[in-house]
């Protein structure tokens, strides 16, 4: 398994209040991406996020990264970055 770690930063009160939009719009599309097993969307609650989105592959989590990086995203949101990580383990 391999997970692609996204950071994207924004303002605080927006990324907080953004879960509808998340849940309606981001979510469906993830869901659908050929090898996803699992994701995370997490905020630390000042405006940064860390996303965490598990594959059964380096070819499916490669494949998702370009979509990934060129994602619209809301205007208050900035892409930071994207990286693939080894899942070492997973429950």
Do not use: C, W, Y
């Amino acid at each position: 398994m391999v997970a692609v770690v996204i950071r994207e930063s924004g303002d605080a009160e927006h990324v907080q209040g953004s879960v509808d939009h998340l849940i309606a719009n981001v979510l469906p599309q993830v869901k659908h991406s050929p090898g996803i097993i699992s994701g995370l969307f997490m905020t630390d609650g000042v405006g940064r996020t860390l996303n965490v989105l598990v594959f059964d592959s380096e070819d499916a989590a490669r494949a998702a990264l370009d979509p990934i990086r060129n994602a619209p995203r809301p205007g208050f949101l900035r892409f930071e970055d994207a990286a693939l990580h080894k899942v070492l383990a997973h429950f």
